[in-house]
């Protein structure tokens, strides 16, 4: 089970932390996390994989960062410079292994 958190209303330039909680552990996995955008399909906006190797999508590129704590079973997507266009639900889940937990609602005003 997953669990995302960390989201709410921000305003354009600020910054959030998102927490991805996991009721097993996800050490062996690459880790995710989407985000769907009202009236869009989900999209991959950035991974981690076990070892900490991370891949970005263009969008987020030198403003999000992911992060995980394999200890904690948590993963942690820490977002600044946010803008309206980043409004959407963010979840988590492994790469590859489509289960979708809850999400978080991050919005962004301008």
């Known amino acids: 089970q997953l669990q995302a958190s960390g989201g709410g209303l921000v305003q354009a330039g600020g910054s959030l932390r998102l927490s991805c909680a996991a009721s097993s552990t996800l050490s062996a996995y690459d880790m995710g996390w989407y985000r769907q955008a009202p009236g869009k399909q989900r999209e991959l906006v950035a991974t981690?994989?076990?070892?900490?190797?991370?891949n970005y999508a263009d969008s987020v590129k030198g403003r999000f960062t992911i992060s995980r704590d394999n200890a904690k079973n948590t993963v942690y997507l820490q977002m600044n410079s946010l803008k309206p266009e980043d409004t959407a639900v963010y979840y988590c889940?492994?790469?590859?292994?489509?289960?979708w937990g809850q999400g978080t609602l991050v919005t962004v005003s301008s």
């Open positions: 981690i994989s076990p070892g900490g190797i991370t």
């Open positions: 889940r492994p790469v590859g292994i489509v289960v």
